[in-house]
């Protein structure tokens, strides 16, 4: 089962730029379909952006269209999240996700398909 770390959280003025990373190992990382959520207080685990695991499909929630990029690196057994623009809004808790996809172009943006989880990282914008 693949094992998942995410890393570059931080503190950062409203406007700035943050890349999250998320190194896997333990599976063949390109079977498997990935994806970014983020939670605050109180709420449950909201949808950011998902990537097939041949890396040519995404989506992206419509809060961070336009500003947030997913990309990954099978080589390198990787996905990053590029933030841009960010907002007080985008505060929280950023989780990275893994599940085992048939499909090489087919993405998942429910939290219950997925079925591997890291430990999060904090992003905390300032206004």
């Known amino acids: 089962q693949v094992q998942l770390v995410e890393s570059g959280g931080g503190l950062v003025q409203a406007g700035g730029s943050l890349r999250l990373s998320c190194a896997a190992s333990g599976g063949t990382f390109s079977n498997y379909a990935m994806g970014w959520f983020r939670q605050t207080p109180g709420k449950g685990r909201e949808f950011v952006a998902a990537?097939?695991?041949?890396?040519?499909?995404?989506d992206y929630a419509d809060s961070v269209k336009g500003r947030f990029t997913f990309s990954r690196d099978n080589a390198k057994n990787a996905v990053y999240l590029q933030m841009n623009s960010l907002k007080p809004e985008d505060t929280a808790v950023y989780y990275c996700?893994?599940?085992?996809?048939?499909?090489?172009?087919?993405?998942?943006?429910?939290?219950?398909?997925?079925?591997?989880w890291g430990q999060g990282t904090q992003v905390t914008v300032s206004s």
């Open positions: 996700a893994a599940r085992s996809a048939p499909g090489s172009l087919t993405t998942y943006i429910q939290s219950d398909h997925y079925s591997r």
């Open positions: 990537i097939s695991r041949s890396g040519f499909t995404f």
